[in-house]
């Protein structure tokens, strides 16, 4: 059928129509304004002035900006690999166990992943809590005394990444698990005649065949986290916020706190960029992958 | 889940019924480690249900003195009941509003011949890119705009964006057989009662299992609920919880009951929906890549 029928076409109207409506106003329409408030010197509501590249070179020499850039890069770089990771060693546990007994040990390692992050927070905030927490004992076979972990900067930051592997890996867990079940019994069987040990059927066979699945975690996770926001925010509330800002943070701190409707707007871009950036990037390297 | 598992099965051709203490061990240390994982979540129970003074003062494996002090005391000192509430009405609208506008959108891409087609395709695809937190301001000054703020229709609206849904109830629609259509086609049956009597029907499957994550995903949404409900009475209980710590300084009992009360629907929703929740992940995770 090349030409559409009217009644498929007012069919589709109907049915697409509210979804690309939403899609305009939700989506579209604030991605374009967006752009077009980062250029203006505007409060959060109401009018603003023309400031045309005003807000992007102040930008460039804002040491904010550039801390809360670090910062974000360092989360990723705290989570992103050791997450994966923890998730594949955890995924090749579970794999090995079966019936009821795997699906428990797969609850108890899934479940963080369901759970609001405020109650993540509160429930680590409890456990590493300097007077009480649980944790406290443990730190202090390695530093001596209590720590007060998210107001002792060097501390912040890996433990909000360790918060957040524990939180999120269930997705990854899942995902490898899948992986791990797609490849054939007989590549196992073989190797294992052939008299490999099993650190060789790992690393011969089950690590190059789950490569895609281990890429796939790697990228979804590094978008994932650039977009940090929840954990940084709560664990940081009361403390010294300036130095353990990440991006989207900084967005809400100069928007919702300062007022700063156009740069808050300008910052917005400028994770814009970086996020699309590392999307496109990752498309065109799954498509060269794919090409040979 | 419940067939023997590849590696394990190599394993047991492998060591042909001998003893193998490797595997026992590494049985006992995932087991140890799966433990350990969810300790906290543990603690936090264990915790709740424990006399104020007593979180202080001890760190027994069970509470010394069980008690529903905690929970009691978020019940009927906090806004608590209220939240709940608005967390139904959030998550429930924005699962019912999702998984209706994707079926529909989904559907028309999948099966319906319009000009557009192609473009609206490439858009959808297109949005995985744009990162949600990036437009919180605008979000706001739209919202703002048409007077939602603190409003539950306000928290809902830009929630609603779900092109992952739409995609996958695409390529579900897709799979359907052609012959379904032809035939309901030339009994006379229209685009609505095709999508609702046939398409949506034979993928009720995936329908469950695109609710229940929309469901989990909603219920825990916090950026924006976070900047949209400026009253306390306006808040989902995702939000609201933190609201509590501000008030009360620290009283981890309650504060953690609250956590627990909070936690609770999402967990179970997980819990009683296992199969359909690895679904949805693995599916969703399969368009990202």
């Not at chain 1, 069919?11 to 374009?32: E, Q």
């Not at chain 1, 002792?152 to 490898?176: Q, R």
């Not at chain 2, 994550?213 to 609920?225: K, R």
């Amino acid at each position: 059928m090349l030409k559409s029928r009217k009644s498929e076409v007012l069919a589709a109207i109907v049915l697409a129509g509210p979804f690309v409506a939403l899609y305009a106003w939700m989506f579209i329409y604030p991605t374009i304004q967006m752009v077009h408030l980062s250029f203006q010197n505007a409060p959060l509501i109401g009018e603003g002035t023309w400031a045309g590249l005003k807000n992007y070179t102040k930008l460039l020499s804002d040491r904010t900006f550039k801390t809360a850039v670090w910062n974000t890069a360092y989360f990723v770089l705290l989570t992103v690999v050791p997450g994966t990771a923890v998730a594949l060693a955890i995924a090749l546990m579970v794999s090995r166990l079966n019936g009821w007994f795997q699906s428990i040990i797969l609850a108890m390692f899934f479940v963080p992943y369901v759970l609001p992050v405020t109650v993540v927070y509160i429930l680590w905030d409890w456990m590493v809590n300097v007077q009480f927490g649980v944790l406290q004992p443990v730190i202090a076979l390695f530093t001596g005394k209590p720590v007060n972990v998210w107001r002792t900067i060097p501390w912040f930051m890996p433990g909000v990444a360790i918060v957040t592997i524990w939180w999120t890996n269930g997705f990854s867990i899942l995902l490898f698990l899948a992986g791990i079940r797609n490849i054939p019994k007989e590549i196992y069987e073989a190797a294992l005649l052939d008299g490999a040990s099993r650190t060789q059927v790992f690393w011969r066979v089950t690590w190059p065949l789950l490569w895609p699945v281990t890429v796939l975690c790697l990228t979804i996770q590094l978008i994932l986290q650039l977009k940090i926001f929840d954990q940084v925010y709560l664990f940081s509330m009361g403390g010294r916020t300036q130095v353990t800002m990440v991006m989207v943070q900084y967005i809400f701190e100069q928007g919702f706190q300062r007022n700063n409707g156009g740069y808050a707007a300008t910052i917005a871009v400028a994770l814009f960029v970086i996020v699309v950036a590392v999307s496109v990037l990752q498309l065109q390297a799954a498509r060269l992958r794919r090409g040979t | 889940m419940t067939e023997t598992s590849p590696a394990s099965r190599a394993h047991i051709a492998g060591r042909r019924g001998h003893f193998d203490a490797g595997a026992v061990l590494l049985t006992i240390l995932t087991v140890i480690c799966a433990c350990l994982w969810f300790f906290p979540i543990y603690w936090a129970l264990v915790t709740s249900f424990r006399p104020e003074d007593e979180t202080v003062k001890s760190m027994s494996v069970l509470p010394l003195q069980p008690t529903l002090d905690g929970y009691l005391y978020m019940i009927r000192n906090s806004n608590l009941a209220i939240w709940y509430v608005n967390s139904t009405i959030v998550s429930v609208s924005v699962t019912a509003l999702v998984v209706l506008l994707s079926a529909c959108c989904g559907y028309a891409i999948s099966q319906l011949r319009f000009p557009g087609r192609t473009a609206l395709w490439w858009m959808i695809l297109a949005s995985f890119m744009i990162p949600v937190p990036a437009l919180i301001v605008n979000h706001f000054v739209i919202i703002a705009g048409v007077g939602l703020v603190n409003t539950h229709l306000g928290i809902i609206l830009p929630m609603l964006i779900a092109p992952v849904t739409a995609i996958i109830y695409k390529q579900f629609f897709d799979s359907v057989p052609k012959e379904f259509r032809e035939a309901a086609v030339i009994d006379g049956a229209n685009e609505f009662q095709l999508l609702f009597r046939i398409f949506l029907p034979m993928n009720w499957g995936i329908t469950t299992a695109l609710a229940i994550i929309t469901f989990i995903g909603a219920w825990n949404a916090f950026l924006w609920p976070f900047l949209a409900a400026q009253d306390e009475r306006m808040m989902t209980v995702t939000v609201g919880i933190t609201s509590v710590q501000d008030a009360f300084g620290v009283y981890y009992a309650k504060l953690l009951a609250g956590a627990v009360l909070a936690g609770f629907p999402v967990t179970a929703a997980y819990l009683l929906f296992q199969r359909r929740v690895t679904q949805a992940i693995t599916l969703s995770a399969g368009i990202k890549g």
